[in-house]
Antibody, heavy 123, light 108 residues
Protein backbone atom coordinates (compact mmCIF):
# COMPACT_ATOMS: atom_id res chain seq x y z
CA UNK A 1 0.00 0.00 0.00
CA UNK A 2 1.28 3.43 -0.94
CA UNK A 3 1.56 5.39 2.30
CA UNK A 4 3.03 8.46 3.94
CA UNK A 5 3.22 8.68 7.73
CA UNK A 6 4.22 11.88 9.51
CA UNK A 7 5.64 12.12 13.01
CA UNK A 8 7.43 14.57 15.26
CA UNK A 9 4.69 17.06 16.03
CA UNK A 10 4.01 18.38 19.49
CA UNK A 11 3.91 21.40 21.77
CA UNK A 12 6.80 23.84 21.52
CA UNK A 13 7.40 27.30 22.94
CA UNK A 14 7.70 30.36 20.69
CA UNK A 15 11.23 30.62 19.38
CA UNK A 16 11.75 26.88 19.74
CA UNK A 17 12.54 24.18 17.19
CA UNK A 18 10.95 20.97 16.02
CA UNK A 19 11.80 18.38 13.37
CA UNK A 20 9.04 16.64 11.49
CA UNK A 21 9.52 13.35 9.67
CA UNK A 22 7.53 11.66 6.92
CA UNK A 23 8.07 7.96 6.27
CA UNK A 24 7.19 6.70 2.81
CA UNK A 25 6.30 3.14 1.84
CA UNK A 26 4.75 1.25 -1.05
CA UNK A 27 6.48 3.25 -3.80
CA UNK A 28 9.98 4.16 -4.99
CA UNK A 29 10.46 7.22 -2.79
CA UNK A 30 13.67 8.31 -4.52
CA UNK A 31 11.80 8.82 -7.80
CA UNK A 32 9.28 11.31 -6.47
CA UNK A 33 9.28 14.98 -5.57
CA UNK A 34 7.76 15.84 -2.22
CA UNK A 35 6.12 18.70 -0.37
CA UNK A 36 5.00 19.89 3.04
CA UNK A 37 1.56 21.49 3.39
CA UNK A 38 0.06 22.87 6.57
CA UNK A 39 -3.40 23.73 7.84
CA UNK A 40 -3.97 26.00 10.82
CA UNK A 41 -6.93 25.09 13.04
CA UNK A 42 -10.17 25.87 11.23
CA UNK A 43 -8.31 27.35 8.25
CA UNK A 44 -7.44 26.36 4.69
CA UNK A 45 -4.46 24.60 3.19
CA UNK A 46 -1.11 26.38 2.84
CA UNK A 47 1.76 25.00 0.76
CA UNK A 48 5.00 25.20 2.79
CA UNK A 49 7.91 23.66 0.90
CA UNK A 50 9.00 21.49 -2.05
CA UNK A 51 12.01 19.26 -2.63
CA UNK A 52 13.06 17.50 -5.83
CA UNK A 53 13.67 13.77 -5.97
CA UNK A 54 17.42 14.16 -5.55
CA UNK A 55 17.13 16.98 -3.02
CA UNK A 56 18.98 19.38 -5.29
CA UNK A 57 16.08 21.79 -5.84
CA UNK A 58 14.13 23.30 -2.96
CA UNK A 59 11.45 25.96 -2.66
CA UNK A 60 9.80 27.58 0.36
CA UNK A 61 6.76 29.70 1.03
CA UNK A 62 7.70 33.25 1.98
CA UNK A 63 6.08 32.71 5.38
CA UNK A 64 8.70 30.11 6.38
CA UNK A 65 11.75 31.08 4.31
CA UNK A 66 14.86 31.37 6.47
CA UNK A 67 13.27 29.48 9.38
CA UNK A 68 12.31 26.08 7.94
CA UNK A 69 14.54 23.58 6.13
CA UNK A 70 13.25 20.70 4.02
CA UNK A 71 15.44 17.67 3.40
CA UNK A 72 15.19 14.01 2.48
CA UNK A 73 17.07 10.74 2.93
CA UNK A 74 16.27 8.48 0.00
CA UNK A 75 18.11 5.56 1.61
CA UNK A 76 15.69 5.77 4.54
CA UNK A 77 12.62 6.62 2.42
CA UNK A 78 12.11 9.69 4.57
CA UNK A 79 11.27 13.36 4.22
CA UNK A 80 12.02 15.94 6.91
CA UNK A 81 11.08 19.47 7.90
CA UNK A 82 13.34 21.25 10.37
CA UNK A 83 11.40 24.13 11.89
CA UNK A 84 13.31 26.82 13.81
CA UNK A 85 12.29 30.15 15.36
CA UNK A 86 8.73 28.90 15.64
CA UNK A 87 5.89 31.38 16.01
CA UNK A 88 2.31 31.08 17.20
CA UNK A 89 1.17 31.40 13.58
CA UNK A 90 3.05 28.21 12.70
CA UNK A 91 0.51 26.25 14.76
CA UNK A 92 -1.06 23.81 12.32
CA UNK A 93 -1.42 20.24 11.15
CA UNK A 94 1.52 19.51 8.87
CA UNK A 95 1.05 17.10 5.96
CA UNK A 96 3.62 15.61 3.65
CA UNK A 97 2.38 15.10 0.11
CA UNK A 98 3.74 13.55 -3.07
CA UNK A 99 3.61 15.62 -6.24
CA UNK A 100 3.23 13.85 -9.55
CA UNK A 101 3.60 14.74 -13.17
CA UNK A 102 0.68 14.57 -15.56
CA UNK A 103 0.49 14.28 -19.32
CA UNK A 104 0.63 18.03 -19.66
CA UNK A 105 3.10 19.18 -17.04
CA UNK A 106 5.94 18.30 -14.70
CA UNK A 107 3.88 19.08 -11.59
CA UNK A 108 0.19 18.30 -11.84
CA UNK A 109 -1.25 17.17 -8.53
CA UNK A 110 -0.56 16.10 -4.96
CA UNK A 111 -1.77 12.52 -5.25
CA UNK A 112 -0.70 10.96 -1.95
CA UNK A 113 -0.98 12.65 1.45
CA UNK A 114 -0.02 11.58 4.94
CA UNK A 115 -2.45 11.74 7.85
CA UNK A 116 -0.78 14.83 9.29
CA UNK A 117 1.02 15.72 12.51
CA UNK A 118 -0.05 18.56 14.80
CA UNK A 119 2.38 21.30 15.77
CA UNK A 120 1.34 23.70 18.51
CA UNK A 121 3.45 26.75 19.26
CA UNK A 122 2.48 28.21 22.61
CA UNK A 123 3.96 29.28 25.91
CA UNK B 1 2.55 34.93 -6.97
CA UNK B 2 -0.67 33.57 -8.43
CA UNK B 3 -3.71 33.93 -6.18
CA UNK B 4 -6.78 31.71 -6.26
CA UNK B 5 -10.28 32.66 -5.16
CA UNK B 6 -13.21 30.28 -4.73
CA UNK B 7 -16.93 30.92 -4.75
CA UNK B 8 -19.05 30.43 -2.90
CA UNK B 9 -17.13 30.08 0.38
CA UNK B 10 -19.88 27.79 1.59
CA UNK B 11 -23.13 26.33 0.34
CA UNK B 12 -25.98 24.23 1.62
CA UNK B 13 -27.38 21.54 -0.63
CA UNK B 14 -29.51 18.44 -0.53
CA UNK B 15 -28.74 14.89 -1.57
CA UNK B 16 -29.29 14.61 -5.30
CA UNK B 17 -28.58 18.28 -6.01
CA UNK B 18 -26.21 19.42 -8.73
CA UNK B 19 -23.43 21.48 -7.14
CA UNK B 20 -20.99 23.81 -8.88
CA UNK B 21 -17.94 25.43 -7.26
CA UNK B 22 -15.86 28.06 -9.01
CA UNK B 23 -12.13 28.76 -8.74
CA UNK B 24 -10.59 31.85 -10.30
CA UNK B 25 -6.86 32.48 -10.81
CA UNK B 26 -5.29 35.94 -10.66
CA UNK B 27 -3.57 35.25 -13.97
CA UNK B 28 -3.84 32.63 -16.66
CA UNK B 29 -2.66 29.16 -15.64
CA UNK B 30 -3.68 27.16 -18.72
CA UNK B 31 -5.17 23.91 -17.34
CA UNK B 32 -2.76 23.61 -14.39
CA UNK B 33 -5.40 23.15 -11.72
CA UNK B 34 -6.32 20.37 -9.32
CA UNK B 35 -9.31 19.88 -7.02
CA UNK B 36 -9.29 18.18 -3.61
CA UNK B 37 -11.93 17.04 -1.15
CA UNK B 38 -11.25 17.24 2.58
CA UNK B 39 -13.40 15.84 5.37
CA UNK B 40 -12.98 16.95 9.01
CA UNK B 41 -9.88 15.49 10.63
CA UNK B 42 -8.71 13.88 7.41
CA UNK B 43 -6.09 14.62 4.79
CA UNK B 44 -7.17 16.11 1.46
CA UNK B 45 -8.02 13.67 -1.32
CA UNK B 46 -7.23 14.34 -4.96
CA UNK B 47 -10.34 14.45 -7.20
CA UNK B 48 -9.38 16.22 -10.44
CA UNK B 49 -6.06 17.16 -12.05
CA UNK B 50 -5.20 19.12 -15.20
CA UNK B 51 -8.51 20.95 -14.68
CA UNK B 52 -10.67 18.14 -16.08
CA UNK B 53 -8.99 14.74 -15.63
CA UNK B 54 -10.65 12.47 -13.09
CA UNK B 55 -8.29 10.78 -10.62
CA UNK B 56 -8.50 7.00 -10.64
CA UNK B 57 -11.12 5.69 -8.23
CA UNK B 58 -13.04 8.96 -7.96
CA UNK B 59 -16.76 8.65 -8.79
CA UNK B 60 -17.83 9.95 -12.19
CA UNK B 61 -20.35 12.35 -10.63
CA UNK B 62 -17.32 14.62 -10.06
CA UNK B 63 -16.15 16.62 -13.07
CA UNK B 64 -13.94 19.62 -13.70
CA UNK B 65 -13.75 22.16 -16.47
CA UNK B 66 -12.09 25.41 -17.40
CA UNK B 67 -8.86 26.87 -18.65
CA UNK B 68 -6.96 30.12 -18.26
CA UNK B 69 -8.38 31.89 -15.22
CA UNK B 70 -11.82 30.36 -14.63
CA UNK B 71 -12.48 26.81 -13.46
CA UNK B 72 -15.40 24.83 -12.10
CA UNK B 73 -15.87 21.66 -10.09
CA UNK B 74 -19.28 20.05 -10.56
CA UNK B 75 -20.90 17.30 -8.55
CA UNK B 76 -23.73 16.05 -10.72
CA UNK B 77 -25.81 14.42 -7.98
CA UNK B 78 -24.66 15.13 -4.44
CA UNK B 79 -24.29 12.07 -2.23
CA UNK B 80 -24.16 11.94 1.60
CA UNK B 81 -20.44 11.21 1.53
CA UNK B 82 -19.77 14.35 -0.54
CA UNK B 83 -20.40 16.78 2.30
CA UNK B 84 -16.92 18.18 2.80
CA UNK B 85 -14.68 21.13 2.00
CA UNK B 86 -13.30 21.45 -1.52
CA UNK B 87 -10.04 23.17 -2.48
CA UNK B 88 -8.52 24.10 -5.81
CA UNK B 89 -4.73 24.27 -6.29
CA UNK B 90 -2.66 25.71 -9.13
CA UNK B 91 0.48 24.24 -10.69
CA UNK B 92 1.45 26.90 -13.15
CA UNK B 93 5.25 26.91 -13.66
CA UNK B 94 7.21 26.91 -10.41
CA UNK B 95 6.20 26.80 -6.72
CA UNK B 96 4.42 28.19 -4.72
CA UNK B 97 1.68 25.67 -5.42
CA UNK B 98 -1.09 27.95 -4.18
CA UNK B 99 -4.38 26.63 -2.79
CA UNK B 100 -7.74 28.35 -2.97
CA UNK B 101 -9.45 29.27 0.32
CA UNK B 102 -11.90 26.40 0.14
CA UNK B 103 -15.64 25.86 -0.29
CA UNK B 104 -17.57 24.08 2.44
CA UNK B 105 -20.51 21.99 1.26
CA UNK B 106 -22.97 21.10 3.99
CA UNK B 107 -26.42 19.63 4.32
CA UNK B 108 -29.46 21.82 3.74
Amino acid sequence: EVQLVESGGGLVQPGGSLRLSCAASGFTFSSYEMNWVRQAPGKGLEWVSYISSSGSTIYYADSVKGRFTISRDNAKNSLYLQMNSLRAEDTAVYYCARVVATIHRRWGAFDIWGQGTMVTVSS
Amino acid sequence: AIQLTQSPSSLSASVGDRVTITCRASQGISSALAWYQQKPGKAPKLLIYDASSLESGVPSRFSGSGSGTDFTLTISSLQPEDFATYYCQQFNSYPPFTFGPGTKVDIK
